[in-house]
């Protein structure tokens, strides 16, 4: 079982509708991670918070078209923390980014689709702010009320955002009392409105989707029920090797898919065709195969390989074994027996961790690996499996299947899901207080 190749992902990456993040859905709770145990949340701090002006750092980073959101799922998940900050008596002011500004404030950048869904969502109006520093922005925070709801503009529009500049971080924090981080998609980053505002803001706490994503990815990593499993999939084993290799010591049993396959395909001597490969990961691949041999566990490659004549989604397609893909044709997905070995091998697990797509899923030809592998993980939660997308374009693949409603966690993070699970701290958890 394999699947296409690391310049093919980049193309099919460009070719393809954006991908956003989804909702989390709880199923089961693990003891609380390693690196959120000691640090305090908002039920701790919830008898401080009336009349106080309250910074919550939210992720509402939504795909837009135009001026229409595409994908609300950030600014919904985004809810349960600023209602209960709300019910508790607190100012809200929320801040986030939205997209990657280049020069300064950019109209299509703008938080005010953001604000005014937000606002349906919680039955008020979320006035949005005509920037994230400043006197105007220290005089709304000043004359809101208890349970009036703020939205800065977006804080990307200064570049010292990003490089976390002590100046602007103070500004960023004078006009608030203390700092929630509920933004697990940039807890990876040490920027301003993530980690640098915990220097001025105290206490500094987390809120309840960054809580449960750590819950989750975390947990389910370090405690979750045996056997566990890990589905690495995407196009680069470059971009995958840190995480693999962490799992590989913590599950049971690896699914490899994408096309990082082929690299792995050409490293057991097979010939790929002119499926992408990186040359240079061949060796490292190897090394992978032999510490799972060492270590006795299972690593599950494509047993057959649909392949075509040119990446396009109007491409001629045969399906063909895994060793024998011919010449001048490339693999872009998984075959059907692939899929039922991945059910058998996955029909025992009680965790298991998916992070990457199977094959080119964006064009229609080519989704059947990755839609399949995704009903399996349906089937299996039903029967009281813990299953955790984390991922961009895993949680993307869910939603085109319908089904990321029956997973029992979909995380709003790409990056910082994937430092997680390599076993990164991340820098705006490890700024907030300590319990």
């Not at 595409?70 to 939205?98: M, N, Q, W, Y």
């Not at 010449?327 to 059910?343: A, I, R, V």
Request: hydrophobic share 40%; aromatic share 6%.
């Amino acid at each position: 079982m394999k699947v296409f190749s690391a310049a093919l992902l980049a193309l099919a990456a460009t070719n393809a509708a954006a991908f956003a993040p989804t909702q989390t859905f709880g199923v089961r709770s693990f003891s609380t991670p390693v690196e959120l145990e000691a640090k305090k949340s908002i039920e701790d701090i919830a008898d401080e918070l009336k009349g106080k002006r309250v910074l919550v750092r939210c992720d509402v980073n939504v795909p837009l078209d135009g001026k229409t959101i595409t994908d609300d799922t950030r600014i919904r998940s985004s809810i349960p923390t600023i209602e209960f900050l709300k019910e508790k008596g607190a100012i809200v002011t929320v801040c986030s980014h939205l997209g990657r500004p280049k020069n300064g404030p950019e109209d299509k950048f703008s938080l005010g689709p953001c604000a005014t869904r937000m606002g349906e969502l919680l039955g008020q109006e979320v006035k949005l702010a005509p920037d994230c520093i400043g006197d105007e922005v220290a005089k709304m925070v000043a004359e809101a009320k208890e349970g009036d709801v703020i939205m800065l503009e977006n804080t990307r529009f200064y570049k010292e955002e990003e490089k976390n500049e002590p100046g602007f971080v103070e500004k960023l924090a004078a006009p608030f009392d203390l700092f929630v981080n509920d933004a697990f998609g940039t807890a990876h980053r040490a920027h301003a409105s993530t980690e640098g505002v915990t220097k001025f803001l105290s206490p500094a706490v987390s809120g309840f989707l960054l809580a449960k994503e750590l819950e989750y990815l975390d947990g389910a990593v370090s405690n979750g029920e045996k056997p566990m499993a890990a589905i690495v999939g995407g196009s680069k084993v470059s971009s995958k090797i840190t995480v693999l290799n962490a799992l590989l010591d913590k599950c049971d049993k690896i699914i490899i898919g994408g096309g990082m396959v082929f690299t792995f395909l050409k490293a057991k001597g097979l010939n790929v065709g002119t499926s992408l490969v990186e040359d240079d990961f061949v060796d490292t691949a190897k090394e992978v195969l032999a510490k799972a041999e060492k270590l006795g566990k299972t690593i599950l490659l494509p047993s057959d390989i649909v392949v075509a004549n040119e990446f396009s989604p109007d491409a001629e397609t045969k399906t063909v074994p895994a060793d024998a893909i011919p010449d001048g044709w490339m693999g872009l997905d998984n075959g059907p027996e692939s899929t039922k070995e991945q059910k058998e091998f996955l029909a025992d697990c009680k965790t298991v961790i998916m992070n990457g797509p199977m094959g080119v899923f964006e064009f229609e030809k080519f989704n059947k690996g990755t839609f399949g592998i995704v009903d399996i993980l349906a089937d299996i939660t039903k029967k009281g499996a813990v299953t955790i997308i984390g991922g961009g374009d895993s949680v993307a693949a869910c939603e085109q299947s319908g089904k990321a409603g029956e997973m029992s966690h979909i995380s709003t993070g790409g990056g910082a899901s994937l430092e997680l699970l390599e076993g990164k701290v991340l820098p705006g958890v490890a700024a907030l207080a300590e319990k």
